[in-house]
């Protein structure tokens, strides 16, 4: 997820240096989202890896 957040990111990168500033602005708020969630799914991941080992067996 966070590969695609950073292709996002250069595609929008690209697309204002040509001057779309739409696709621009639309691949940029697509890079966000993504990155955004990857964030979320990362830190649930971290918290039940914690939670998981504490576990009793």
């Known amino acids: ?3 695609w957040a950073l292709v996002f990111f250069v595609v ?3 697309a ?3 001057g779309f500033g ?3 602005s ?3 708020g697509i890079a966000q989202i993504l990155f955004f969630v990857f964030i979320v799914l990362f830190a649930i991941a971290l918290i039940a ?3 998981r080992g504490r576990a009793p067996r």
């Open 26 to 28: 639309a691949s940029a």
């Open 49 to 51: 890896n914690a939670l």
């Open 22 to 24: 739409g696709i621009a």
């Open 1 to 3: 997820m966070l590969y």
């Open 16 to 18: 204002a240096l040509f």
């Open 12 to 14: 929008a990168i690209v």
